[in-house]
C-alpha cells in the first residue's frame, strides 16, 4: 500500500496563501493524487485531483483559487491554496488511487484506496 505524508499546513489570514505537499513512497504506480478535507461532524469532501497524464480536476468552490500540480520524479503532489476563506478551514488529506476512473468517479473518495494522515489548514478572518 502506498503510504503518504502531507506538510504544509497552518494558519493564515484569509486572502492569504497556503501550499500543501503530499509524497507517496511504497506502493504500486498512483494514477490519480487528490487532496479532500474535513470538518468536524461532515463528511471528508473533495477538494482536487490530479491524473497521471497531468489532468486537473477541481471542486467548484476552489476552483479559480487553488491549483494543484504533481511532480512524478518526487512522486508529490502540491496544492497551491490562494485567496483563502474562512470556510476553507478543515483537516486536508491527500489520497491516492490505483485505478482508471471514469471522469464522474475521479471527486468520489471512495475510489480512493490510500490515505495520509492529514495537515490542518486555519483561515482566520
Known amino acids: 500500500q502506498v503510504q503518504l505524508v502531507e506538510s504544509g499546513g497552518g494558519l493564515v489570514q484569509a486572502g492569504g496563501s497556503l501550499r500543501l505537499s503530499c509524497a507517496a513512497s511504497g506502493g504500486t504506480f498512483t494514477i490519480y493524487m487528490g487532496w479532500f478535507r474535513q470538518v468536524p461532524g461532515k463528511e471528508r469532501e473533495f477538494v482536487a485531483t490530479?491524473?497521471?497524464?497531468?489532468?486537473?480536476y477541481y471542486a467548484d468552490s476552489v476552483k479559480g483559487r487553488f491549483t494543484i500540480s504533481r511532480d512524478y520524479g518526487k512522486n508529490t503532489v502540491y496544492l497551491e491554496m490562494n485567496s483563502l476563506k474562512p470556510e476553507d478551514t478543515a483537516v486536508y488529506y491527500c489520497?491516492?488511487?490505483?485505478?482508471?476512473?471514469?471522469?464522474?468517479?475521479?471527486?468520489?473518495?471512495?475510489?480512493?484506496?490510500?490515505w495520509g494522515q492529514g495537515t490542518q489548514v486555519t483561515v482566520s478572518s
Open positions: 489520497g491516492t488511487s490505483g485505478k482508471g476512473l471514469r471522469v464522474g468517479d475521479v471527486r468520489s473518495r471512495s475510489e480512493y484506496d490510500s
Open positions: 490530479i491524473s497521471w497524464n497531468g489532468s486537473p
